[in-house]
């Protein structure tokens, strides 16, 4: 099927309407016509119903968003990495959630460089859903999250357990900084501290309210790995008599797409994470 059909199919789902569909891919709306026609008569089915509103998808049509996403988006993939660089052979394609970016993401890139070095490597960030999402489409071989989606055909698989501890500074330990770590712990740290629900200050990354309690003071909870250094330089104190957090990092990838070259890269992600037990001062080059 010509990848345009599947594009101008999403961009009338994006839209909702033939019109701007075809200023927006600068072509005439007789050809969007066409187009719809031609995939229609492909697929032997209806995919928008029209009207002077616009243009609905059909039940067919709400059906082929994900076909046509993962048309487009794995043909993206083969246009951004074809042709492989000289010398390289095989390609992984790796996300993690940006709070695992560094170091443990970093970490296991700049591992597989030295290890696999016929590989390439497209390393990406985003959020759990977005990134399960990708490697189900199979835009991504695999992805490390905290919260991993359980859906038919996906491997899970827990790589360490971390806590969530609650820390505050030596110096200055006010305010309380709420740091959103995902709907698991709202609702477990709600329910436990209902005082501390509707906090002043809030982040939804762990490394930017980690830094500004660096600098500025206050207390908050974080993952036990990211502070356990600032707490041996008594920087950072643990906060006593307070619930602890459960905040697990799990590996997802496609058991039908599995291979020796993922199982090897799985490999040295498991030794990153063995031999590196501290990675509070990666966050900060002073210490």
Known sequence: M??????????IARSGSFIAAAERLHVTQTAITARVQNLESQLDCRLFVRNRAGAR????????????????????????????????????????????CNPLMLSWVRQLRAELPDHAIRAQVGD?????????????DAALVYLPAYQAGLQVEELLEEKLVMIRSVANPEPYVYIDWGEAFRRQHDAALPERARAGLSFNLGPLALQYILDSGGAGYFRSRVVQRYLELGILERVPRVPEFSYPTYLVYSRERDSADLQQAFAVLREVIRRDHDWSQRWDPLI
């Open 57 to 100: 998808l059909t039940a067919n049509g709400e059906a082929f968003v994900s076909y046509a996403t993962q048309l487009v988006q794995t043909w993206e993939a083969a246009r951004r990495d074809l042709p492989l660089p000289q010398g390289l052979h095989h390609v992984l394609h790796l996300g993690g959630e940006v709070s695992l």
């Open 128 to 140: 759990a859903r977005q990134l399960v999402e990708q490697v189900e489409l199979g835009v991504l």
């Open 2 to 11: 010509d990848i345009e059909l599947a594009r101008t199919f999403l961009e």
